[in-house]
């Protein structure tokens, strides 16, 4: 396989089977173990190109880098761990928010994003004695 290839492949690979968004230095970690010597600048190029043929979804957060995901999912928001910045799909959406708009506003859409700890870094509930 052509060399540009197998990098593209890696990183399609990478953001498909992360089941979470990933930011391109995740992406990197993950797809040069497919790819060795590939590069962040390889990485943020095959992420515009995927992001043109409809194959990633970028996920804007507010305030934040943004992240890629594979394909189209629909509607549905996301969690990000304060603790190790990772973001998560959240599958559960509060449904119509147009109530919580002023009187006489019309409502196209909602982002949500949920902030938090993830189960790898919360402190367990009950910490086992040691
Ligand atoms: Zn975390
Ligand atoms: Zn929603």
């Known amino acids: ?3 540009s290839t197998r990098q593209r ?4 690979d990478a ?3 992360a089941g979470r968004p990933l930011s391109p230095a995740e992406v990197l970690a993950v797809a ?5 010597g590939l590069s962040l600048a390889t990485v943020y190029r ?3 190109l995927l992001q043109e043929a409809d194959e990633i979804t970028v996920v804007t957060l507010p305030g934040d880098n943004p992240r890629y995901e594979a394909g189209r999912h629909g509607h ?16 559960a959406c509060p449904g119509n928010l147009a109530r919580l708009a002023p009187p006489g506003f019309s409502v ?3 982002e949500l ?13 009950h910490a086992p004695a040691r």
């Open 113 to 125: 994003t949920l902030y938090g700890r993830c189960a790898e870094c919360a402190p367990p509930r």
């Open 15 to 17: 953001i498909a089977g």
């Open 46 to 48: 095959n992420l515009k």
């Open 9 to 12: 492949t890696a990183i399609r």
């Open 108 to 110: 196209d859409r909602h």
């Open 32 to 36: 040069q173990l497919q790819a060795p």
């Open 76 to 91: 549905h928001h996301h969690f990000q761990c304060t603790a190790c910045e990772r973001v998560f799909d959240v599958h």
């Open 1 to 3: 396989m052509e060399r």
